[in-house]
């Protein structure tokens, strides 16, 4: 069945989202998603358009995240909150290794204070943004039926 074809019947059928590190020969295979780039189209096939009019990805960055988490391919990832729970954890007197927390009023400043627990071996490190941009560009996001 052509891709145009499975892509008319996904608009019909309920689909569900996939993740993989190598592409499947799936026979219900709806089509292939980028994360922050590639629509969902009305007859159930993606595109990347040239004009966006307002429309939002199918999947963003975030929720690629989060497919990889729930599919063990992201493993030892610090969510902002969850760097934000340890740092909480590591307060004494006011402060996380000597940083007054009333100074902690930004990401970066936050992300400042827990490298310095990574430095002093008490947590384990962020990933970057392009370490997790580049395993985003390693898997496959699917949509299948």
Request: include cysteine; charged fraction near 25%; proline fraction near 6%.
């Amino acid at each position: 069945m052509s891709i145009e074809a499975r892509g008319t019947i996904a608009s019909l059928l309920e689909s569900k989202l996939y993740v993989s590190n190598k592409m499947p020969d799936l026979p219900n295979l709806a089509r292939n998603i980028i994360p922050g780039n590639s629509y969902k189209n009305a007859d159930g096939s993606s595109n990347k358009p040239f004009f966006y009019f307002n429309k939002k990805p199918e999947i963003s960055r975030s929720e690629a995240i989060d497919l990889l988490l729930k599919n063990n391919f992201l493993k030892d990832y610090i969510t902002p909150s969850r760097r934000d729970e340890i740092l909480k954890q590591n307060i004494s007197n006011s402060h996380i290794e000597g940083i007054p927390v009333k100074q902690l009023n930004s990401s970066e400043e936050r992300n400042n204070a827990y490298n310095l627990l990574v430095k002093l071996g008490k947590a384990i490190p962020l990933k970057s943004d392009k370490e997790i941009d580049d395993l985003i560009k390693r898997h496959f996001f699917l949509c299948c039926l």
